[in-house]
Nanobody
Framework: QVQLVESGGGLVQAGGSLRLSCVAS????????MGWFRRAPGKEREFVAA????????RYSDSVKGRFAISRDNAKRTVYLQMNSLKPEDTAVYYC?????????????WGQGTQVTVSS
């Protein structure tokens, strides 16, 4: 079965950086687009970033564009999210996801999440 395991979350001061990782198993990793979503306290889950099968096509939400970078290593079955210039409003549980395309509504497999907390 599909398994997505996130890591790399933690507590960081505003302006700092974190790198999230997600290791996938149970499916053909190179055959799926991968993405990151987040859910802040009291809010709905929102799209953050996505990367195509080849790693060439990238998609970002406006709120993270220019600060976050998504990438993937198909040999390691891993997708990354480099987060720079973090803001308190980036505080959320971050989820890794897999889907057929980079369209946010296409993602249907989810990890359990990793907590990111940004202090002001």
């Amino acid at each position: 079965q599909v398994q997505l395991v996130e890591s790399g979350g933690g507590l960081v001061q505003a302006g700092g950086s974190l790198r999230l990782s997600c290791v996938a198993s149970g499916f053909t990793f190179s055959g799926k687009a991968m993405g990151w979503f987040r859910r802040a306290p009291g809010k709905e889950r929102e799209f953050v970033a996505a990367v195509s099968l080849s790693g060439i096509q990238l998609r970002y939400s406006d709120s993270v564009k220019g600060r976050f970078a998504i990438s993937r290593d198909n040999a390691k079955r891993t997708v990354y999210l480099q987060m720079n210039s973090l803001k308190p409003e980036d505080t959320a549980v971050y989820y890794c996801a897999a889907g057929p395309t980079t369209t946010p509504t296409d993602f249907g497999s989810w990890g359990q999440g990793t907590q990111v907390t940004v202090s002001s």
